[in-house]
């Protein structure tokens, strides 16, 4: 326990190694080719190997956990791998450290102040998607300079998504369903990584089927609203 705490004196220079190990590929058992899948269990050694070792931590003694998604982010083919830890060592009022991995387990770019959702969008920058984060208590877009993503997203614009989200709603008030007694519509954040940035998520009770709770999709692109009920807990 004191060497947990005493390495949260010091972990803003630990993220410094973190980001220069970036050129280096971790151990050869949890490689994968650009042509394998990316399992979980690869991901999680990348995890212990990059993130958690220069801490002196690992995430079978420390139970560590994080949020991780797949995306090809500059169009070559291959997926990148964003991990976003989620444990109060390596996270701020502001939000917590996130990497994104290369197929081969090289960490491209790693982030601190991040939390969910990230949001992938459809413009790009020096080829390479941007995403959104929110950083710092908000939306911040995030762009590649063309080495790199920025290392504190809450320094990047903020972006406010009120209009859109406001529309979005006003799209599943307007549905058949919902007019039928819906009621207690409310945006729902989701915890998906790379979740599409054009999508806005609520949820919804009915009077007509009290032991549901309604999961709203809204495609502001194609306006396109899905509905779906689940069995409230």
């Known amino acids: 326990m004191f060497n947990r705490e005493l390495g949260k004196i010091c972990l803003f220079s630990s993220l410094l190694l973190i980001g220069c190990s970036a050129t280096k590929s971790v151990d050869s058992n949890s490689r994968a080719s650009a042509n394998q899948t ?3 269990s690869i991901i999680a050694q990348w995890v212990d ?3 958690l070792a220069p801490e ?5 003694q420390d139970n560590i956990r994080y949020l991780t998604g797949s995306a090809d982010l500059n169009n070559d083919g291959v997926a990148e791998h964003f991990v976003l830890i989620q444990d109060s060592y390596f996270c701020g009022s502001g939000g917590c450290t996130a990497a994104i991995f290369d197929q081969t387990g090289n960490i491209i770019s790693q982030m601190s102040v991040v939390k969910p959702p990230v949001l992938l969008t459809d413009s790009t920058s020096n080829g390479w998607q941007d995403f959104m984060v929110w950083s710092n208590g908000a939306f911040r877009l995030i762009k590649n300079n ?3 993503y920025p290392s504190n997203p809450s320094l990047e614009p903020s972006i406010d998504r009120t209009a859109n989200q406001q529309s979005a709603m ?10 039928q007694d819906g009621y ?3 945006p729902f954040k989701t915890l ?3 979740a599409p940035a054009n999508v806005y998520d609520f949820t919804f009770k009915h009077y007509g089927d009290p032991h549901a709770v309604y ?3 809204v495609d502001m692109t194609s306006g396109k609203v899905d509905i779906k009920a689940t069995a409230s807990e």
């Open 184 to 186: 207690d519509i409310t």
């Open 56 to 60: 002196g931590l690992s995430l079978e």
């Open 192 to 194: 998906k990584i790379w």
């Open 38 to 40: 990316v399992n979980a």
């Open 146 to 148: 063309g080495v790199s």
């Open 49 to 51: 190997d990059s993130i």
């Open 215 to 217: 999961h709203a999709d």
């Open 170 to 179: 006003a799209k599943v008030i307007e549905t058949e369903l919902y007019q």
